[in-house]
């Protein structure tokens, strides 16, 4: 059972709704060169963990763990000169997601709390908020630059819930090759919540994986490197990845797994790109010198 950790715990949780799996795969999908390839391949080292299957239906669920990074990535596969290419598929996600709950102490006041380890991987994000739905003309940066030692939780003294009906997020990102960078800003109503956690969704920030996967006698090599022997696909890995993983990125509508304990995500309202010269002020929370 060791082996199929991994895919379960980040498939575990899956929404009920998705209890009714889509029946195993059509027959006859893959093609008869690719029909070599369906199977479980595990690798890694000391300090990782890498997963993946191909499932006969040409979808596939890749699952890494190393140092801070946990990700899982899902999309379709096919036969492509003397491999396959794995092509990931992921639906549009916020780039901050926020978590509002209510804490009756609090009273009128509303605090923000920075989840210091996910932003630390933010190339530069910023933070605004105001009464109405009118964006504020500046963005302030959250930290100060070349920050290298990040705490858990940051806290920005509690504000008047008046003051914060809206918030904003954002961070800077190259859009397309060769074009200037923009900030990219979400923007959140608060409602029905005085205490709000925002984190960094850094897999939404990384580029789609789109790479080639080729067997050598049952050895599959990922990209050149060697990532494990080909295995039969245990059927609770199946469930587990298609519920937990491959439904979720491929099925517009389908959400995401929550992990036990975990409240939904504030919808954001709206995604928009504003210049980088709209950062402007001291960061709300200075590197604390050596």
Sequence with gaps: MHHT??????????????????????????TPAESGYV?????????????LALLDDNTYCFAFT???LDMVAAGRW??????????????????FPAFARKVDAQGAMVEFDFHGHTLSNARAPVFAVSADDVAPSTLRPLFSEGNSNWSESYKLPPMPAESVRYFYLGDVVDESPGKPSVVKVVQYRLEGGNSVRVGFDELQAMP????RAELKGQV???????LGQRRPLNPEVLKAVRSGCIEPALKPGVPRPLREGQNKPLPPLKTFTVRPSVIQGKPFFEAVRN
Excluded: I, P
């Design 66 to 68: 190393g140092g801070a």
């Design 78 to 95: 096919k036969a492509e000169g003397s491999g396959v290419r794995l092509q990931q598929v992921r639906q549009e996600e916020t780039l």
């Design 208 to 211: 789609l994986m789109d790479q």
């Design 39 to 51: 199977g479980e391949y595990r690798g890694g080292s000391v300090d990782t963990v890498a997963q």
């Design 5 to 30: 950790s991994h895919f379960l715990r980040n498939a575990r949780t899956a929404a009920a709704a998705l209890a009714t799996l889509v029946a195993a795969s059509s027959a006859g999908a893959v």
């Design 220 to 226: 599959l090599f990922l990209s050149g490197s060697r």
